[in-house]
């Protein structure tokens, strides 16, 4: 019976495109009338798409509609296929420069040893060093959890500890059976 109330054709889908980072060109414009920017940058006046389209075939460039929104639409002389290479370019360029923050997690329990800590420690300052941010917790498990207090002195130390490299974000907050803290590292000490 479900199966019969389902529509049996693909057309109630809805499918459209979200972003349209194209640009119209030449022959596709088919607007009355256009504000003209030459390839040097200075106005060559409003004219119509043909006579626009005219003088673009006139020096062999491409006749790109750069502003759709504006009245009259403007649109621009120049050699699309370069300036889409030069986009493309500058965009991968952008990419690789960019560094995500991640959030790196160091776990604990409030029994822990100072070799043990310790070891956490550099671990968090090496994070911290690369510019991450750093979500240090505390388990309690089983009676542990009547001695929040030493969690907290514990995750306060930690912190402590890191604040050359980071500063503290907010203080220890107890959810269930777990106690953390978030370090995020100081704009000056890490390596971008």
Not at 4 to 21: E, G, V
Not at 93 to 116: F, L, T, W
């Amino acid at each position: 019976m479900r199966a019969f109330l389902r529509p049996r054709f693909s057309f109630f889908r809805r499918c459209f495109a979200i972003a349209n980072a194209t640009h119209q060109i030449n022959e596709q414009i088919r607007d009355r009338e256009v504000r003209l920017i030459g390839s040097d940058g200075g106005q060559l006046g409003i004219m119509s798409a043909a006579e626009a389209q005219r003088r673009a075939d006139e020096e062999g460039l491409d006749l790109v509609k750069i502003s759709p929104a504006a009245t009259p639409p403007v649109c621009k002389l120049m050699d699309y296929g370069k300036f889409k290479f030069e986009q493309a370019k500058r965009e991968k360029e952008a990419r690789k420069n960019q560094h995500v923050v991640e959030v790196k997690e160091i776990r604990m329990s409030p029994g822990i040893d100072i070799g043990d800590f310790n070891t956490k420690l550099r671990n968090a300052q090496k994070f911290l060093a690369e510019g991450n941010r750093v979500k240090v917790t505390v388990r309690f498990r089983g009676r542990e959890m009547a001695h929040t207090n030493i969690g907290r002195e514990l995750l306060l130390d930690f912190a402590g500890q890191c604040a050359e490299l980071a500063s503290l974000e907010k203080d220890p907050k107890l959810e269930g059976r777990h106690m953390s803290i978030f370090l995020s590292a100081k704009a000056g000490k890490a390596k971008a």
